[in-house]
């Protein structure tokens, strides 16, 4: 594994900081997506676009899959990896999307008897937080397979925690993500009301991040808030996909999540409104639309 690249399966928002690190880590990178312009930018980073999944499978150990939905961590692995480097490669794949987590168990029950060692390694924070080192990987699966990725996970996640086996990791991530996505929404809900009653959300904000209702979402989606800058760090899409799959775990353990259903609702209708491309802290937007008839 030392003598070969890293390989990035997907060059998003995520995928394209990965290979930053990697590289600014002193990581070979060969990367691939579908977007043949992220391709290019990887390129220019200093890493090199490969023309298939294939080509990065046979040219890498490890393999970061940073690609959208559980589907397509499926397909990747089961269609594209294992059909070009066999069963006998033994190399490790850290899945760095987030997913279903009973699926992505299964996954790994189906691929690790084939060769493939696959590790869970979702992370907490923002692509923004991530490139600075400040995101949080949550790892998943072999205590030995990690620690033989060792140097690679320690440049993705500085700040680390081995949380289980694999679906422990997409489970830690989607109830860190249900309390982050309702701060976020605390957050745009608490700035539309402080402008409403007539007070300058830009001295407000100070105010409530020494207050006993401080989260770090107030410094990460704050400024954005205010400025309307909805440069995407995390986009809605992403996050109601995220949102979506919080449900339907909610729902196979019996679990009613009146706030979260709240939340939803906001993303769909920012998804209607034509900003899924948004960064989440996009919601401020809807709320704000969401107005009382005048008395």
Do not use: W
């Not at 060059?11 to 992220?38: H, P, T």
Request: proline share 4%.
């Amino acid at each position: 594994m030392a003598n070969q690249s890293v390989g990035v399966v997907g060059l998003g928002l995520m995928g394209e900081v990965f290979s930053r690190r990697l590289i600014d880590g002193g990581q070979s990178v060969v990367g691939y997506d579908i977007d043949a312009a992220k391709g290019v930018r990887l390129a220019d980073m200093g890493g090199r676009a490969a023309a298939s999944i294939a080509e990065v499978a046979r040219a890498s150990d490890p393999i970061v899959l940073a690609v959208f939905d559980t589907l397509q961590v499926e397909d990747v692995v089961e269609n594209h990896i294992l059909p070009a480097v066999g069963e006998t490669s033994r190399k490790i794949v850290l899945c760095a999307s987030t997913c279903d987590p009973d699926r992505i168990a299964s996954l790994g029950e189906r691929v690790i008897p084939r060769g493939i060692r696959f590790l869970e390694t979702p992370v907490s924070g923002t692509s923004e937080q991530v490139r600075r080192g400040d995101g949080v990987g949550l790892i998943g699966g072999n205590r030995d397979t990690a620690a033989e990725a060792e140097a690679v996970l320690a440049i993705l996640f500085p700040r680390r925690f081995h949380v289980g086996h694999i679906g422990d990791g997409g489970r830690t991530k989607l109830a860190v993500n249900l309390i982050l996505g309702l701060n976020r929404m605390a957050l745009a809900e608490g700035l539309v009301f402080a402008t409403r009653l007539g007070l300058d959300p830009a001295a407000f904000l100070p105010v409530a991040k020494e207050s006993a209702a401080y989260s770090q979402i107030m410094d990460v989606k704050g400024a954005k808030m205010l400025n309307g800058d909805f440069t995407a760090e995390g986009r809605v899409r992403q996050t109601l996909k995220d949102v979506h799959l919080m449900l339907e775990q909610a729902k196979r353990h019996g679990q009613t999540l009146p706030m979260l259903n709240v939340h939803c609702d906001v993303l769909e209708a920012c998804v209607r409104a034509g900003e899924a491309d948004l960064d989440n802290s996009a919601v401020i937007k809807e709320i704000a639309r969401r107005q009382n008839p005048t008395p």
